[in-house]
């Protein structure tokens, strides 16, 4: 696990290796255990490295082909690299250490590109400068586990683990308006866009290639569709996944450093933490404690590991202030992810005792663990079994919902059940609050989001929990999900695994039929089966109850100092976010009513993240300057 970046210009530009190297301090947290630069002319290659697996000088990085023409950078951890290895050895390729970085490397220049990426099972984001070939590619792992962004300009492409590192070596200047409004949305920048306009995301199972300062990319793989057809029953599916669970966790278990648990109380990390005991793993659990809040779990968790056999310790989470700061140099975008501030705080505590810790994360995606995927099974079967002409009588119905009890309850699921994703996208309140109280500013009031201008579609409705899957993965799984664990845990130098993010695992349960992940109309009900049988009915009956923080409460108590300061002047007014003097009295309102909306705490993430942008000049800006 580590920091990459590195700078290529086309035309052998000397600025490549200032360029780069700015970007290295701000790599270092995710990789304090040394650091290396590789150069050819025009090429700068810069790398922080974690320390994982051969904690030797073996593993150094950049890693260099014997004769020298081939460069790697990479962050993540191939979890089969043994076994790619012994094909490599067979090869006749001779190694010179026991990392999996090395695989890669050797990997690539027995096959390629496009023949080395498909055998790697894993979580990566790497890129290789082939010198003879004057070519650059930058690899994301399947589900986009590790960040790697980049951007171009005039025949020249940088490219880093961060959009901070970027924006250090001056390559992303100007805020995007359409990114702005998304976060408002959702309280977090989507995998499509980035915070600056000149930024771009590798997408997840993706290779971008650029040679002679042109770009191209290619999908490498594609999660297959839920076959409808199969024969396979609930119990088959039930043991197949309790093998596949034991696997991923062995194989993740690959580690010259210690290892530890996230374990919630939940399903999920209940599952992982039994595999590693299965799998005589000595194992150190950790639960993030909200002792004043109706979400902790830590009294269900310190159960579960008395339990399990395994020792636990409790991070009780109470700061008097929100740590604002931490998450604007964590997350390099504006992230308002509650549960975020959970993962670094854990982190932090974990450090000490562990450099890697394996987290639940990802099974109640694949396996159909959130309420919003079981409606929309339910919408998608009742409207196959409905005439074509269902959402017209609806359209002319659905004013009297309000009026009519049943029906005002059941609005929103007839909405979906005639409209499809179009009428599912717009049911969040994001900025309906905005619109609602007249708060957006000149910059963002006339701007249009691409998520809610969807159309209804009935063809949508019958089909829609695939398509609100697909959603799903786009905007909270890629863009929420994967950047909380990465940025929070990356930002105390914290490797994360999660053995539920395996792409044989996905690929499996994607093709489970939802009868059969609902079983008994059941969440996920095929990993709680295997909890019901291998921990216990009780631990297996439990509702999910997410790992939250309750920031919105805090800002009334705790960080109430923060949030008030939003009624003085601030950025997000002054440059023209905001309608000027429109928050003060929305947060005078929420102090009266004791109740702060989510929009609130979006505003105080956005306003720091702004005032952190406020920097001196970047390293490309200076050299303009003396050119000019």
């Not at 067979?90 to 590109?113: M, P």
């Not at 404690?289 to 159960?303: C, F, I, K, V, Y």
Request: hydrophobic residues 40%; contains cysteine.
């Amino acid at each position: 696990m580590c920091g990459i970046a590195g700078f290529v210009s086309h035309s052998g530009s000397e600025r490549a290796s200032d360029l780069a190297g700015s970007m290295l301090p701000k790599l270092a947290r995710r990789g304090p255990d040394g650091h290396g630069i590789a150069a050819w002319p025009g090429v700068t290659l810069v790398h922080h490295r974690l320390a994982i697996i051969d904690l030797s000088e073996g593993g150094h990085q950049p890693m260099l082909s014997d004769d020298g023409r081939v460069g790697l950078v990479f962050n993540g951890c191939i979890y089969n690299f043994r076994e790619v290895r012994e094909k490599l050895l067979a090869a006749g390729h001779k190694f010179r250490s026991e990392c999996d970085t090395e695989v890669l490397l050797r990997g690539y220049l027995e096959w390629g590109i496009d023949k080395l990426v498909p055998q790697l099972r894993g979580m990566f984001a790497f890129a290789i400068w082939d010198n003879p070939r004057q070519t650059l590619f930058l690899v994301r792992d399947r589900l986009g586990v590790k960040p790697l962004v980049y951007a171009e300009q005039d025949e020249e492409i940088g490219f880093a683990s961060t959009i901070s590192a970027l924006r250090a070596a001056g390559l992303a200047h100007h805020i995007d308006t359409g990114s702005v409004l998304e976060f408002l949305e959702f309280g977090y920048v989507t995998d499509e866009r980035s915070i600056f306009r000149e930024v771009k995301k590798v997408p997840p199972a993706t290779i971008v290639e650029w040679k002679h300062g042109q770009t191209s990319q290619r999908c490498y793989w594609s999660l297959p569709a839920v076959n409808e057809a199969s024969k396979i029953t609930f119990g088959e599916a039930v043991e197949e996944t309790e093998r596949l669970v034991v696997e991923s966790v062995r194989l993740r278990l690959v580690s010259d450093v210690p290892i530890g648990a996230l374990l919630s109380g939940g399903i999920d990390s209940t599952l992982v933490c039994w595999a590693m005991t299965r799998l005589n793993a000595d194992v150190q659990a950790f639960t993030v404690g909200t002792p004043e809040d109706s979400s902790d779990e830590s009294a269900n968790a310190r159960a579960i590991a008395e339990k399990l056999g395994i020792g636990h310790r409790v991070v009780t989470l109470d700061s008097t202030e929100p740590p604002l700061n931490d998450l604007a140099e964590a997350f390099s975008e504006p992230f308002a992810c509650q549960s975020a501030l959970g993962v670094m705080r854990v982190s932090a505590a974990v450090k000490p005792f562990a450099t890697v810790l394996l987290t639940g994360d990802g099974g109640d995606d694949v396996f159909l663990g959130y309420p919003y995927f079981y409606n929309a099974w339910r919408a998608q079967r009742l409207a196959r079994h409905l005439p074509a002409i269902a959402p017209v009588f609806w359209r002319a119905a659905r004013p009297l919902a309000g009026l009519v009890a049943p029906l005002k309850r059941a609005k929103n699921f007839l909405d979906y059940t005639t409209g499809g994703l179009g009428a599912y996208t717009r049911v969040r309140d994001g900025l309906p609050y905005f619109d609602r109280h007249d708060l957006l500013g000149d910059r963002l009031r006339h701007l249009k989001l691409s998520q809610r201008e969807m159309r209804a579609s009935f063809a949508s409705a019958r089909s829609l929990l695939s398509e609100v899957f697909n959603y799903h993965r786009k905007t909270e799984f890629t863009s929420e999900f994967m950047p909380k664990v990465d940025g929070g845990t990356m930002h105390f130098a914290l490797e994360a695994r999660a053995p539920f993010l395996d792409h044989k695992m996905w690929e499996f349960a994607a093709a489970l039929p939802a009868g059969i992940r609902f079983q008994g109309g059941q969440l996920k009900a095929v990993l709680r089966e295997i909890v019901r049988r291998r921990i216990g009915p009780d631990v297996a009956a439990r509702r999910k109850q997410g790992f939250t923080i309750p920031a919105e409460k805090w800002l009334l108590t705790h960080w109430r100092d923060s949030f008030e300061r939003l009624r003085s002047d601030t950025l997000l007014e002054s440059e023209g976010w905001i309608r000027k003097g429109a928050i003060a009295p929305e947060v005078d309102k929420a102090l009266r009513a004791e109740a702060v909306p989510k929009q609130l705490w979006y505003l105080l993430v956005l306003e720091n993240w702004l005032q952190h942008q406020a920097c001196p000049a970047s390293p490309l800006d200076r050299l303009a300057a003396q050119v000019h």
